[in-house]
C-alpha cells in the first residue's frame, strides 16, 4: 500500500533564482504550492513515498519580462513568489512538454 507525504522541494540552485532547473519528484507527484520560507523559494508536493523519483523541469518568469507566445507552449503554470520585499516577482511554470 502507498504513503502519502507532503515533501518539501527547493525551487533554486546555489540559493539563486535560476531561469530553468530541475528536480527529482516521486513519479506522480501533486504540487500543492509555491513559496517563500527563510528567503528562499520551495516547492510543496503531495508524493507518493514509495515511488520512484524521475526529473521535473521548471522555469522561472519574471514580471514583465518579454518571450514569444511560442515559449509558453508545453509550460503549465505553478505559482508566483515575491523576493526583496515585493520589488521581484517570478512565475513558476513546469515544462508539460511530452508528458503524457
Known sequence: MSKLAVWKFPAT??????????????RGA?????QMQHGKPCIWALCDTEAKKEPRNF?????????PARFYQGLSYVGTIQQAGGNLVFHLFEETRGQS
Open 59 to 67: 522555469v522561472w518568469v519574471g514580471t514583465g519580462h518579454e518571450y
Open 13 to 26: 540552485r546555489d540559493d539563486d533564482v535560476e531561469d530553468q532547473f530541475s528536480i527529482d519528484m516521486p
Open 30 to 34: 501533486e504540487i500543492l504550492a509555491v
